[in-house]
């Protein structure tokens, strides 16, 4: 029996292709063994059909010897064993009704129905899950469709002698249950032989990975350090380079401010220079002014009301541009004292006298100051230069008509300035790097981003604060906010 086994599995060896698995391979061993069982039997009953003389009988047998030797060749040329399983469980299941049918139904000729419980019972070891239940159906469908023709099979067929269909129900018992145990016993063989194989597998498998985990977890330990020595190098380049950074920034704005400063002292310079050359001018002006109306008063003094306007005009031109001159005079005063007492009215006059020529037709100016004088202890100069900046950038932000409005309040503690523009506004974004050195909003050549810095650096100094208050397309207001607590 041993030596039957292994050379059955010899055999099917031939079937096996590269690519099967241990499963594939179970499965084609299975189904060898059940066709060979059954090829056998086919070809033992067909003799048994001929000796009892029931040659049509004998016939099926022997056709399906024949067709399942060709299926047999066709599986280990092709290697593929899906003609084979799939006409072997057919005609295992069909042929046995058939042979019954033949010889009378089920009175003569149910002994052969053993045969084909084969499909229901092999089907679930070669077939796939989702078909097993196929060949169960199949066999309860042919049981009905012999009950419901077993009467007029009977009327066809000649019956077999009581005797010989107790022999061959023997018979039949013994080799069917005999292939049943065949089979269960090599389907345990090989279940075994695959848990086997996968337990070996498993126990290489899991070697193979913990050796892999332990030499991963080395590696591990060994990049996490260096992940913590280039952290660590990392984090001191970054404060290396935040250092260099902010030393850079400081050395730029350090030296924005040099050149500003030097520029505005060489315009103060100039301002001054140039003021004082126009005072005295202005003085022959005003002093000649004087004596003509003195002289034609005296000479011409029934034409002299026909030529008053003319002497008035001149001297609206006389006190404007002396007004201009003091505005100058104030605008370039170089001191770095904080302790000047500045008439934050008239500072911001003076402004508006400078920007004068800037402010157009399509500016309006709304002022709104108090009544008694508003004072603060700084320095003049850079208060006149806070002021500049603020009304200039409200002047530039109205593209075509707009107010420009600026307010004086006091209270004991503060002297609030507010200078508000219905100009283009401001986008929210931009607010919060407003007073950032270099930061404008302006196209190239309008601005260097130095003004509004230097003006907040300047109320910072006064121990003020500057707030801003913006809407796109709607306008922008500055309030400045000085103590008054040193005067």
Not at 83 to 99: A, D, G, H, N, R
């Amino acid at each position: 029996m041993v030596s039957l086994t292994k050379l059955f599995i010899q055999l099917s060896e031939k079937s096996i292709k590269d690519s099967d698995n241990e499963e594939d391979i179970y499965k084609k061993r299975i189904i060898f063994i059940l066709t060979i069982f059954i090829l056998s039997s086919s070809f033992v009953w067909g003799i048994i059909f001929v000796l009892i003389n029931f040659i049509h009988v004998a016939i099926i047998c022997f056709s399906y010897f024949l067709f399942t030797s060709f299926s047999l060749i066709h599986f280990f040329k092709s290697k593929d064993d899906s003609f084979l399983k799939y006409s072997q469980l057919f005609l295992v299941l069909f042929l046995p009704f058939v042979i019954m049918w033949t010889l009378g139904g089920f009175a003569s000729g149910s002994f052969m129905l053993l045969w084909a419980f084969y499909s229901p019972i092999v089907a679930p070891t070669i077939d796939s899950k989702t078909r097993i239940n196929v060949w169960f159906y199949l066999f309860i469908l042919l049981v009905i469709v012999s009950v419901m023709i077993d009467s007029h099979v009977n009327q066809f067929f000649n019956h077999l002698p009581n005797s010989t269909i107790e022999l061959l129900y023997f018979l039949n018992i013994i080799s069917v249950f005999s292939g049943i145990y065949i089979i269960i016993q090599k389907n345990a063989e090989e279940r075994n032989h695959i848990l086997q194989i996968n337990k070996e597998k498993s126990q290489r498998n899991e070697a193979i990975m913990i050796k892999a985990f332990n030499q991963l977890r080395q590696k591990e330990n060994k990049l996490t350090e260096l992940n913590i020595e280039l952290h660590s190098m990392n984090q001191r380049l970054l404060n290396q380079k935040s250092e260099l950074e902010s030393t850079l920034i400081e050395l730029r704005e350090a030296q924005a401010h040099l050149i500003l400063s030097e520029k505005m002292a060489s315009v103060g310079t100039l301002t001054a220079g140039v003021a004082h050359e126009l005072n005295n001018p202005l003085n022959f002006i005003q002093g000649g002014l004087e004596a003509l109306v003195g002289f034609f008063d005296q000479t011409f003094e029934k034409e002299m009301s026909q030529l008053q306007p003319f002497f008035q005009a001149i001297q609206v031109g006389v006190d404007r541009a002396a007004t201009i001159v003091t505005a100058l005079n104030q605008f370039s005063r170089s001191q770095d004292r904080m302790d000047e007492s500045v008439d934050i009215k008239l500072t911001i006059e003076n402004c508006l006298t400078i920007l004068s020529p800037k402010l157009r037709n399509n500016v309006t100016l709304i002022k709104s100051y108090p009544e008694e004088e508003v004072f603060i202890l700084g320095n003049s100069g850079k208060i006149h230069q806070v002021f500049l900046n603020l009304i200039t950038n409200a002047i530039q932000a109205i593209h075509e008509k707009g107010n420009i409005e600026i307010s004086i309040e006091k209270n004991l503690e503060n002297v609030i300035v507010k200078i508000k523009d219905t100009g283009i506004g401001i986008p929210p974004e931009h607010l919060p790097k407003l007073g950032t050195p270099f930061f404008t909003t302006k196209e190239v050549g309008e601005g260097t981003g130095l003004g509004l810095s230097i003006s907040f650096k300047i109320i910072e100094d006064h121990k003020g604060k500057i707030s801003i208050n913006s809407e796109p397309n709607k306008g922008t207001e500055f309030k400045i906010m000085i103590p008054t607590e040193n005067l």
